[in-house]
């Protein structure tokens, strides 16, 4: 009598902690917790020199005023990051004093493209 009690109090532990171990596998729940971010550019510089103004396609967009030895993430402090739809862009950059150094170029947003780096570097 005592084991079949002991069995069935067993029996009874394991049902409720498999029960409350479970996890979901909500797709929704996972898509939340990670933010979706696509179609952005970030342009920075990896020297000293004064804050560096940025436009795109003829519209002034931000400068940059950090240093970063490497290539920063998209939305890192102190640069220029957009968020844009696909397609082909213009770009030019200028120094706001000497020695007034100036950047110009195209670059293309491709669909899904996470984050894409344009270095700025001393010419």
């Known amino acids: 009598m005592k084991l079949n009690n002991f069995l069935r109090g067993l029996f009874v532990a394991v049902l409720l902690i498999s029960f409350f171990s479970c996890e979901t596998d909500d797709p929704k729940e996972e898509e939340e917790m990670i933010p979706e971010i696509e179609n952005q550019i970030v342009f920075w510089s990896d020297f000293q020199g004064p ?50 150094r100036t950047w110009s170029g195209n670059f293309e947003i491709e669909n899904d493209v996470a984050c894409l780096n344009y270095l700025l570097f001393a010419n």
Do not use: K, M, R
């Open 51 to 100: 804050p560096i103004e940025v436009s795109v396609s003829g519209n002034v967009v931000g400068s940059i005023t950090a240093i970063s030895s490497d290539a920063p993430g998209c939305g890192s402090s102190g640069n220029v990051t957009l968020t844009l739809n696909p397609g082909n862009y213009s770009f030019s950059a200028q120094e706001n004093s000497d020695p007034f």
